[in-house]
T-cell receptor, first 113, second 113 residues
Framework: SQTIHQWPATLVQPVGSPLSLECTVE??????LYWYRQAAGRGLQLLFY??????ISSEVPQNLSASRPQDRQFILSSKKLLLSDSGFYLC????????????FGSGTQLSVL | KQEVTQIPAALSVPEGENLVLNCSFT??????LQWFRQDPGKGLTSLLL?????REQTSGRLNASLDKSSGRSTLYIAASQPGDSATYLC????????????FGQGTRLTINP
């Protein structure tokens, strides 16, 4: 069966520090991968998605970046965090079929202080 | 640009009641519509997916309907239980710009014992 792992679960970082969040999927190949952010009291915002290794599409211009170094690994990074980067970050995957479900990781609560 | 709206933002009902959660979307050209459940501080769990050619899907006490012509979907929960308390989000996959789900902001449901 397919599983998605996302870590860490919580993270407290000072403003200006770097960020690296990692997500891996098991039990499937060539998944579509996504990073979402959920700010307090707001809906889910799609940040990045990837349909293959090295293929990254950015939805929102900001100081975050994403990389997909391996087929089932998706990394969210920042060189210098801002206060506004605080939020709940969710990784997700789908099979790529337009009528397949989206499966989410357990999320990372990021607090930038 | 697709917009998804969920009203009300919060709903509180006594245990045992049947209830309906509403979701509306502005563009009827969609591939599918999905309903998710999110517990506090957790990721999203997929509940039901309705393909554009379908009118409803059922899973246990849950029934989701889709009316593309009116741009509406509903999630019916029968015989509600305290364990159903969570935030419920709907999301549509537009036919244009595929692979990018558009989420509503969710309805926070509380079932009172």
């Amino acid at each position: 069966s397919q599983t998605i792992h996302q870590w860490p679960a919580t993270l407290v970082q000072p403003v200006g520090s770097p960020l690296s969040l990692e997500c891996t999927v098991e039990g499937t190949s060539n998944p579509n991968l996504y990073w979402y952010r959920q700010a307090a009291g707001r809906g889910l915002q799609l940040l990045f998605y990837s349909v293959g290794i090295g293929q990254i599409s950015s939805e929102v211009p900001q100081n975050l970046s994403a990389s997909r170094p391996q087929d089932r690994q998706f990394i969210l990074s920042s060189k210098k965090l801002l206060l506004s980067d605080s939020g709940f970050y969710l990784c997700a995957w789908s099979s790529g079929d337009t009528n397949e479900k989206l499966f989410f990781g357990s999320g990372t609560q990021l607090s930038v202080l | 640009k697709q917009e998804v709206t969920q009203i009300p933002a919060a709903l509180s009902v006594p245990e045992g009641e049947n209830l309906v959660l509403n979701c509306s979307f502005t563009d009827s050209a969609i591939y599918n519509l999905q309903w998710f459940r999110q517990d506090p501080g957790k990721g999203l769990t997929s509940l039901l997916l309705i393909q554009s050619s379908q009118r409803e899907q059922t899973s246990g006490r849950l029934n989701a309907s889709l009316d593309k012509s009116s741009g509406r979907s509903t999630l019916y929960i029968a015989a509600s239980q305290p364990g159903d308390s969570a935030t419920y989000l709907c999301a549509s996959l537009p036919a244009e710009g595929a692979q990018k789900l558009v989420f509503g902001q969710g309805t926070r449901l509380t079932i009172n014992p």
